[in-house]
């Protein structure tokens, strides 16, 4: 028997049939998994959790963790398993109400940007911000992020887009830092002023994107509203150039650029990611094929959002397997919005990524956490379970990893730790039964 002495800790969990770490013995954990480490999920069977001060301090075996630690208090998992906090790097949700019209228009046949261009799409949702008030806002975000957590997801990416002048684009920053002020979640702020050219700059173009260069990104960073700028570089919204020149200036003002790439149609707008080292290139439904195979030598990481061609009823997808084959870092977010992607779910992206993309449920874990964690700069903070890191995780209801996205519509969530504090604990575990499939 060790005569080490017991150290006194914050948290323990334990009763888990595995700890799915995503953290492989071995693995440089200070860069995202490529290749055959995405399959990788690190899993210690009958592992425990130990956590101090919000970080993780331990990971191993139950019994010897119970016989090192004395915790302050234990989670039982009874027999789940546990993952890290699901990172969603990609998300809007500074929105008013849901476009349920648009839903029915394409169940009828019409295409996104037919009822875009009608009017309908992106600009509905900028009228509704536009008409809120601020308070009203910020209560919708508030509830927006309670529901992040109900599933799972620790870390959240959280972009304007809907307003589209200075002043409205302004008022959505201002509006998520003051719902991140006050949440459990972590929230990482994202400007994307230029997501499309709302109709009194439609004469104007240019002049558009000189309020974005000359008035918005001055004030963001004066405070400090946003780490990352992204913008919708596509058909029918904004060129490469306009793209390459407003990330540019973005970044004399401290903000990195993240960009929305190839999602309608092909305008190389991945290459541009990484031409200007983006932390991340989202969408690449339509990414050539050119483009995958340099994303491998690149650390840009390519954020794939499966749920958007599910819910808009189109059948092209970003060719993941090819991208993990040819050795691309490759995440997954929601991009929960009102448009193209109503879910907050990331175990519904993962699933959505095994059925229609042909990853594997272990892939579609370590994309969701892991490497999410590098699209937003924060891969040695989180994204894993492993000492030093931030105890961001999830006890799920299921004894098997895969069971995550195996029984999909039903997020199996027992238990949320996010910087080492319990942030829910749900009701259904209180009948003491086993965790089931
Ligand atoms: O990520 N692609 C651009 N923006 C959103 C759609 C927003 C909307 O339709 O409201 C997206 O899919
Ligand atoms: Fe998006």
């Known amino acids: ?110 295409t996104y940007a037919q009822i875009a261009a009608a009017g309908g799409g992106i600009l509905s949702s900028v009228r509704g911000v536009r008409e809120a008030s601020d308070e009203e806002l910020e209560l919708r975000v508030r509830a927006r992020l309670d529901r992040f957590l109900d599933l799972g997801t620790t870390v959240v990416e959280a972009k304007s887009g809907y307003g589209l002048s200075v002043r409205d684009e302004l008022r959505s920053l201002r509006v998520i830092a003051r719902a991140k002020g006050s949440h459990d979640v972590r929230v990482v702020p994202t400007l994307l002023a230029a997501h499309a050219l709302p109709p009194e700059w439609r004469e104007r173009r240019g002049e558009f994107l000189e309020a974005i260069e000359q008035e918005l990104l001055p004030a963001v960073a004066a405070e400090k509203l946003a780490q990352f700028h992204d913008v919708f570089v596509d058909q029918g919204f904004f060129t490469i150039e306009e793209g390459r020149r407003l990330l540019r200036a973005g970044e004399r003002f401290g903000l990195r650029p993240k960009i929305h790439a190839d999602e309608l149609g092909c305008t190389r707008a991945t290459a541009l990611a990484m031409e200007l080292g983006c932390v991340s290139a989202d969408h690449l439904d339509h990414v050539a094929p050119e483009d995958v195979e340099r994303l491998a030598s690149s650390e840009t990481v390519a954020v794939l959002l499966p749920g958007v061609s599910h819910f808009l009823r189109v059948p092209g997808d970003a060719p993941a397997r090819a991208m993990v084959a040819a050795g691309a870092a490759v995440a997954l977010a929601t991009d929960y919005n009102p448009g193209t992607c109503p879910t907050q779910s990331m175990f519904e992206v993962m699933h959505l990524a095994v059925q229609r993309m042909g990853l594997t449920a272990a892939q579609a874990l370590v994309a969701a956490t892991r490497n999410a964690a590098f699209a937003l700069g924060l891969g040695g903070e989180t994204g894993v379970i492993a000492p030093g890191r931030r105890a961001d995780l999830v006890v799920c209801d299921v004894p098997d990893p895969r069971d995550l996205v195996y029984s999909f519509g039903r997020p199996p969530v027992a238990f949320v730790v996010c910087g080492g504090m319990v942030v829910r604990r749900s009701d259904r575990r209180a009948d003491g039964v086993p965790a089931l499939v």
């Open 1 to 110: 028997m060790s005569d080490a002495p017991v150290r006194s800790i914050d948290l323990l969990v334990a009763g888990a049939s595995g700890v799915a770490t995503c953290a492989p013995a071995g693995a440089d954990l200070g860069r995202p998994a490529r290749r055959g480490e995405l399959s990788e999920l690190g899993f210690v069977s009958g592992g425990a959790v130990a956590i101090d001060r919000g970080r993780v301090v331990d990971v191993g075996p139950a019994g010897d963790l119970a016989a090192r630690y004395a915790p302050r208090e234990r989670l039982d998992a009874r027999g789940g398993v546990v993952v890290p906090g699901f990172v969603d790097a990609h998300t809007h949700p500074v929105f008013r109400f849901g476009r349920e019209d648009d839903f029915e228009r394409r169940a009828r046949g019409e």
